[in-house]
């Protein structure tokens, strides 16, 4: 890299610094000596707690605690790379690059919006009702059984879930109701005029995403659109060294162009 630079990956909803663990290492073979952190996500397990977790006050919170001397190559999955939009709208002379893996820059048909926040206030409503080992294991269990994930490799084991289990279950609730899509900012508009170097992957099985994804591609051709066939949603989880090096390559790629 031309410029003190520092990787910057963000974990999805429920998950935690390590799911990048795999991708990661292959960024660091490919980049040897450049920086990755991974923080916790705000609400998470070993994430700060914060006074509301909108998506701008979460982006608030991780940007005051990311290296303030480089440059950012933000790389987000699912919540978190739309943590990662807002993080580049908060900080933008911090931020080099991004990648958003399985994200969306919101909805913007307010009737799915309502649908949306419909669902996700139900959601909430499961993990503030003070749930039983047994129930929040249940819970996660038809997390992972939601379409996006489906005909991919979502991990579902015991050791799986028990890594979510850490996390406290009022604070996800707040999560889903306040950073919900259906109460969230429409950021596409925003992301049309981003003027650093954008990428988007998604999983060939996530219809949902590919979707996203093209339409992200079609508004900015200089974009890079990649789709994995083989995965799903949680494209960190089924897919870590393809997509490490999909990461690596448009990195390689960029940095040629600059």
């Not at 916790?40 to 990311?66: F, Q």
């Not at 508009?189 to 996203?212: R, S, T």
């Amino acid at each position: 890299m031309k410029e003190k630079s520092v990787i910057v990956c963000l974990h999805g909803f429920g998950g935690t610094p390590g799911d990048w663990d795999r991708a990661a290492a292959v960024l660091r073979r490919r980049f040897p000596g450049l920086p990755i952190v991974a923080p916790a996500l705000p609400g998470h397990s070993g994430g700060a707690v914060i006074k509301e977790y909108s998506l701008p006050a979460m982006a608030a919170s991780l940007g005051g605690s990311l290296p303030g001397g480089s440059s950012w190559i933000l790389i987000g999955y699912s919540l978190g790379g739309r943590i990662a939009m807002h993080l580049a709208r908060a900080f933008p002379k911090n931020v080099r690059s991004m990648a958003l893996v399985s994200a969306s820059p919101g909805i913007e048909d307010s009737a799915e919006r309502a649908v949306r926040l419909h669902a996700d206030t139900g959601l909430s409503r499961q993990l503030e009702s003070s749930p039983t080992r047994p129930e929040l294991i249940q819970f996660w269990e038809r997390w992972t059984a939601q379409p996006v994930f489906a005909g991919g490799r979502h991990p579902r084991n015991a050791a799986s879930i028990e890594k979510r289990l850490a996390h406290r279950p009022a604070l996800l609730a707040r999560i889903l109701r306040e950073s919900s899509p259906g109460v969230s900012e429409w950021m596409l508009p925003w992301l049309m005029e981003f003027p650093k170097p954008l990428a988007c992957f998604a999983g060939g099985l996530d219809a949902k995403y590919v979707e996203i994804a093209n339409r992200i591609g079609r508004g900015i051709p200089a974009a890079c659109v990649r789709i994995l066939p083989k995965a799903a949603h949680a494209l960190p989880a089924e897919e870590p060294v393809l997509l490490g090096g999909l990461l690596a390559d448009w990195l390689l790629a960029i940095e040629d162009e600059g």
